[in-house]
């Protein structure tokens, strides 16, 4: 009981509400000559901001959800009123309308576009004006029912399917059951990566890395540099996906051996940590030196572990995982999928024998917790070695189609992965672990429980066959979705909602991110994971954009094309072009970024449905907010890589909505300027040249990736000509230097 504070005297309820002086004892003299309970007041600390604010939003969601019902219900009675002159036109008879059928027909029919121009003009006069109290008034000029009825009939002839809500919330849009049609999803972008990968992979099975039968000069140089790539490794790579326990790698396969190079795990994990793209790496060896070191490391310890080939260990099973991994960073899938394989099966007998069953006394608990927990998180190096064989068997993002490739079968080692259950190897953070390390594993749970919700969606949507979609199945997915960000997600995980309204500039939004004492790495990845999921549920079902004829000059940003011959150069006349402020969109260059496949189901007559329009909007802001997170991630926080896939996903929203070479007269003809504003368009065509200094800034190409590395810059020569703008001079593309021969 706390009868001082601030060097005064708390009264009790009693004494408070009479105003009498207390003697604050437990009774009080007071309390007790008269019998009363004496009680006391606890001190209560202020709210949490934290909590606050998220009252605040509740309370805004329950405003925002009466105003939605309050629109559908208007939505509603105005299509009953405008349902029977939409089906009989001529039931009305105004006053002092003519008897004559003829007078009647022109009324209904001929003066329907003075009807409407009129409609216009009366609509400029009407008022809405909102209230303190939350209401709201419509004031018009309207005086008589058959003005009434003449404005109606105006609203009719106009659109007769056209809803009151342009831009829907999900409320409105759970109104009712249906179905949504699934259109050809804009991947230009993605299926570039996926054909240029494979072409990679061809070019790459008729080369060779040059076998050293030395140890390369660096290694000479540097002692101990195994250990020091282990060291960065668990230093950067490792918070970005977290495969081991660190204090049991290190008791398990460093402390144990004299010399480090002798272990082939280190030896094994110093030729992935070569390949994973890292900066740190950099400033170690030599960029023209890594294939090499990489391939002597490799060598080193695939001659260790073959020394032990049939035994069933920990130690095997990593060495042949991080061997795997080696040959997918060198886009070598036949390969790697043979270690693959094998790390599998060695993984099987370890689960169902060694830990299995855990042992009883409490030393060897103790030790077996470790190395159990370091089990479990190699699980996460295995998905990463399947999902490389998945995508490259076309298995995994968007499907690329072709004609002539008959489907993939699945491999048998990717039939026993795919049964082993994921939760039962969930990471779990050990006592001894630092906070840093906390937060990533952490990380990749809650990215995993994201991935949980929208992959039934994805293989639905994106591999099934189907046509039309519920759209329940839609909304119950994004309200899912919503529910893992903003409910299962503990407050420290993520970023604060202010930093994502509508309208900030550049400069704002950033200074939200660094004023957000939560945001760092963690929080920014899951920020992007969320908001790409999200664009992506909608992704299929934007409206479809009828587009000009593609031109050779910008062959990479076209769909199901090869690369046309270069154009012979013939003299051509001068021709005078508009300045593109004035009567168009595009630059005297800007081609079309997009296939024919768009257009050949677009119909002219065809009406922009309330969720394509909805799907646009989620898209297009969803675009943009990757982007500025990508940017954050790699330009601020200084992060080695960047999920390309949540980039490209973006990049593709971006490149569709700015219209390349579409002039004004293209956009109303296709029908883009019903759901594209003219500064939506400028925003995507700033945001899709700053894509190329995302990738130019957060991935690093090794050795390998050399023909992917001149894809990319063949984009972006060609996407800057087509804006007539150029590269940015800050930074370079991370040019790998080939050491193959």
């Not at 804009?186 to 996926?194: A, D, H, I, M, Q």
């Not at 909805?614 to 997170?629: E, F, M, P, Y």
């Not at 001149?710 to 020569?717: K, L, M």
Request: net charge neutral; proline share 6%.
């Amino acid at each position: 009981m706390a009868t001082k504070r601030k060097g005064k005297t708390v009264p009790c309820e009693g004494c408070r509400e009479r105003k009498k002086k207390c003697s604050a004892g437990q009774p009080c003299e007071r309390c007790k000559r008269l019998g009363i309970p004496c009680q006391y007041l606890k001190p209560v600390a202020p709210p949490r901001i934290e909590c606050v604010e998220s009252v605040n939003s509740q309370e805004i969601q329950l405003r925002v959800q009466a105003m939605e019902d309050i629109m559908r219900a208007m939505e509603e009675e105005m299509f009953l009123l405008k349902s029977p002159l939409v089906t009989k036109p001529h039931d009305f008879q105004p006053d002092n309308a003519l008897s004559d059928e003829d007078s009647d027909k022109s009324i209904v029919l001929d003066d329907s576009k003075s009807i409407t121009k009129s409609n216009n003009n009366i609509a400029a006069k009407w008022e809405l004006q909102f209230g303190k109290d939350g209401g709201f008034s419509i004031n018009t000029d309207i005086q008589s029912y058959t003005s009434l009825l003449r404005h109606i009939e105006a609203l009719s002839t106009e659109s007769a399917f056209c809803p009151i809500i342009r831009q829907p919330m999900l409320a409105s849009l759970s109104v009712g059951d249906g179905f949504l049609h699934k259109n050809m999803v804009s991947t230009v972008l993605r299926k570039g990566n996926f054909r240029i990968t494979i072409a990679s992979i061809q070019k790459t099975q008729l080369k060779q890395i040059p076998q050293l039968i030395e140890p390369p000069p660096v290694l000479l140089q540097q002692k101990g540099l195994s250990l020091q790539l282990v060291q960065t490794y668990f230093a950067c790579r490792f918070l970005h996906r977290v495969i081991f326990h660190q204090a049991t790698f290190y008791d398990l396969f460093v402390n144990n051996y004299a010399d480090p190079e002798s272990s082939p795990v280190v030896c094994a994990l110093s030729a992935a940590v070569l390949t994973m793209r890292c900066k740190h790496i950099m400033n170690m060896v030599p960029y023209d030196q890594q294939m090499e070191l990489g391939e002597y490391f490799f060598n080193k310890a695939r001659q260790a572990v073959s020394l032990q080939f049939d035994e069933a260990t920990i130690e095997t099973m990593i060495v042949y995982l991080h061997m795997a991994l080696y040959k997918s960073n060198l886009l070598r899938p036949q390969e790697a999928h043979v270690y693959l394989d094998m790390a599998i099966r060695i993984r099987q007998i370890l689960a169902e024998d060694t830990f299995k069953h855990p042992p009883t006394s409490s030393e060897s608990k103790s030790q077996y917790a470790g190395e159990y927990e370091n089990f479990k998180r190699l699980h996460a190096g295995f998905q990463d070695a399947v999902r490389f064989i998945q995508f490259v068997n076309n298995q995994r993002g968007v499907p690329v189609k072709s004609k002539n490739r008959p489907p993939r079968q699945e491999k048998p080692f990717q039939k026993i992965f795919r049964y082993i259950c994921a939760e039962e190897y969930k990471p779990t953070a050990m006592p001894d672990e630092p906070q840093q390390t906390v937060r990533a594993i952490m990380k990749e749970n809650y990215l995993n429980d994201i991935s949980g919700v929208v992959g039934p969606y994805f293989r639905r949507v994106r591999f099934g066959q189907e046509e039309m979609i519920p759209l329940s199945f839609l909304l119950k997915t994004e309200q899912d979705l919503h529910h893992v960000y903003n409910h299962k997600l503990p407050l420290e995980y993520r970023l604060s909602h202010s930093i994502f309204e509508d309208g900030l500039s550049d400069v704002e939004f950033r200074r939200r991110l660094q004023d957000d004492t939560r945001c760092d790495a963690v929080t920014v990845s899951i920020a992007t994971r969320f908001h790409q999921s999200l664009l992506a549920l909608h992704e299929p079902f934007l409206p479809v954009m009828k587009r000009p004829p593609v031109l050779a000059e910008l062959s990479m940003l076209q769909e199901d094309a090869p690369p046309p011959p270069p154009p012979k150069k013939r003299k051509r006349k001068s021709k005078v072009y508009n300045s593109p402020g004035e009567t168009s969109l595009s630059s005297t260059h800007s081609i079309s970024s997009s296939s024919s496949e768009d257009s050949d189901d677009y119909d002219d007559n065809e009406i922009i449905s309330a969720h394509s329009l909805r799907a646009q909007d989620i898209c297009h802001k969803g675009a943009i907010t990757v982007i500025r997170l990508l940017e954050y991630q790699c330009m601020t926080l200084g992060s080695c890589t960047i999920p390309i896939a949540s980039l490209l996903c973006a990049w593709d929203i971006l490149i569709r909505d700015s219209c390349l070479g579409m002039t004004l007269d293209d956009l109303k003809e296709s029908g883009a300027s019903d759901y594209l504003t003219p500064n939506d368009i400028r925003l995507a065509r700033e945001y899709a040249v700053r894509c190329i200094e995302v990738l130019r800034r957060g991935y690093v190409y090794n050795g390998a990736e050399r023909e992917i590395w001149e894809h990319y810059e063949r984009i972006e020569v060609q996407l800057l000509k087509a804006l007539c703008t150029d590269a940015s001079p800050t930074a370079k593309y991370w040019e790998p230097v080939s050491t193959w021969y």
